[in-house]
């Protein structure tokens, strides 16, 4: 049986595979472009100035910047 510590690894995992994706590709920088949609946008404008974004935040934000 999956305790919460288990789910709390399993998060701070999927964090670290999401932030070095968009830390990889250069989304933190504003000269790499802009999210195809307002959600995106607004989700992406936080990242870049560093405030804290829910691992389903990240999820939405790294799977529409792949899409586009």
């Known amino acids: 049986m999956l305790g919460a510590v288990d789910i709390d690894s399993w998060d701070d995992d999927v ?3 999401v932030l070095g994706d968009l830390l990889g590709a250069g989304w933190d920088r504003a000269a790499r472009g802009d999210a195809p949609t307002g ?3 607004r989700l ?3 990242f ?3 405030e804290t974004l829910t691992t389903r935040e990240l999820s939405d934000l790294r799977n ?3 899409r586009a």
């Open 44 to 46: 992406l404008a936080r």
């Open 48 to 50: 870049r100035t560093g």
């Open 15 to 17: 964090r670290t595979d």
């Open 39 to 41: 959600r995106a946008r």
């Open 64 to 66: 529409s910047l792949i």
